[in-house]
Structure formats: structure tokens, C-alpha cells
């Protein structure tokens, strides 16, 4: 499986950005997608990650109500709309795919497969 994140840039604070992660390779059974991000001298975090099931998204509280994750099977890809950016959301930003269960979909190491990052920068 391979995942190819774009979409990054710079903004201002209050603006907004959507990343998309298109996916492919054997993908069939690998219905668990994430979104994670890591920002300078600071360890890679949560963002937000579905099953691909029933069970929603899930979204770190930092994120909840400005970002949305989508996604659009037919091309097998994922969205993250980000919407009222602060300067603390500068990160890059990796989307992740695996066979995730709902307990464990805001855990790096329930997916095994990974973006190359896409760096979004919001100025103040």
C-alpha cells in the first residue's frame, strides 16, 4: 500500500487548508485511515482516524469542530479540511492507513502504513 499526502502550504491564522490522501497498492481489506502530525522539537500526534466502518471519526480535542476528515472510496482517498488554522496547527501533517478497530484508531502504531508528510504553515 502506498499513500500520497498533498495539499499542505502556508496560511493565515483563520484560514483554511484541505489535505488529501490518496491511497493505493492492495488496499482492500486495510479500511482503518488516520491523520497525524508532528510539529518542530514535538513528538508526532493524534489528529483524527476512522475504521472506514460504521463507527465515525474520531478527532483529537485540539482539532474537534474546525477539522473534518472525509472520505471518497471510489478513489480511495481521504480528506482533512482544516478550517480556522491557528499557528499551533504548523506541523507536517502524515496520513496513515491500516487495520485499525475503533478502540485503537488514534494510536501511531495501529497503522502500518504511512504518508511522506505534507507541511502546512499558519502564520500569525
Known amino acids: 500500500v502506498q499513500l500520497q499526502a498533498s495539499g499542505g502550504g502556508v496560511v493565515q491564522a483563520g484560514g483554511s487548508l484541505r489535505l488529501s490522501c490518496a491511497a493505493s497498492?492492495?488496499?482492500?481489506?486495510?479500511?482503518?485511515r488516520g491523520w497525524f502530525r508532528q510539529a518542530p522539537g514535538k513528538e508526532r500526534e493524534f489528529v483524527a482516524g476512522?475504521?472506514?466502518?460504521?463507527?465515525?471519526?474520531l478527532y483529537a480535542d485540539s482539532v474537534k469542530g474546525r477539522f473534518t476528515m472525509s472520505r471518497e472510496n471510489a478513489k480511495n482517498t481521504v480528506y482533512l479540511q482544516m478550517n480556522s488554522l491557528q499557528p499551533e496547527d504548523t506541523a507536517v501533517y502524515y496520513c496513515?492507513?491500516?487495520?485499525?478497530?475503533?478502540?485503537?484508531?488514534?494510536?501511531?502504531?495501529?497503522?502500518?502504513?504511512w504518508g511522506q508528510g505534507t507541511l502546512v504553515t499558519v502564520s500569525s
Open positions: 496513515a492507513a491500516g487495520r485499525t478497530i475503533m478502540s485503537t484508531r488514534h494510536r501511531a502504531s495501529a497503522y502500518g502504513y
Open positions: 476512522s475504521t472506514g466502518r460504521s463507527s465515525g471519526v
Open positions: 497498492g492492495h488496499t482492500g481489506d486495510i479500511y482503518g
